[in-house]
């Protein structure tokens, strides 16, 4: 069993930064991705980051140049250093492992004000 636990989701002002952790432990699992999630109030889930085992990165269009995800396999922590925050960030952040599984975190809030 691989577990994922979130930190440092918080209330910050327009223009803010915050930084997301991810730390997994359990079961020593090959795992070949981690990525964040966010889920918007009504929204579904979207990706926001990946990072791969090798440390290749992908964003999505609308946090590149201020989002930042670093760690993952094979070490145990994720990152996501989260700068300039918009109003529209504000949401759920989850952290997802995938290997031959996917593994799910449980969310850290974000909470961006005008």
């Known amino acids: 069993q691989v577990t994922l636990v979130e930190s440092g989701g918080g209330l910050v002002q327009a223009g803010g930064s915050l930084t997301l952790t991810c730390k997994r432990t359990?079961?020593?699992?090959?795992?070949?991705?981690m990525a964040w999630y966010r889920q918007a109030p009504g929204k579904q889930r979207e990706l926001v980051a990946t990072?791969?085992?090798?440390?290749?990165?992908n964003y999505v269009d609308s946090v590149k140049g201020r989002f930042t995800i670093s760690g993952g396999s094979p070490g145990n922590t994720l990152y996501l250093q989260m700068n300039n925050l918009k109003p529209e960030a504000t949401g759920v952040y989850y952290c997802?492992?995938?290997?031959?599984?996917?593994?799910w975190g449980q969310g850290t809030q974000v909470t961006v004000s005008s």
């Open positions: 997802q492992a995938a290997g031959s599984l996917v593994y």
């Open positions: 359990g079961v020593a699992v090959r795992i070949n991705t």
């Open positions: 990072i791969s085992s090798v440390g290749s990165t």
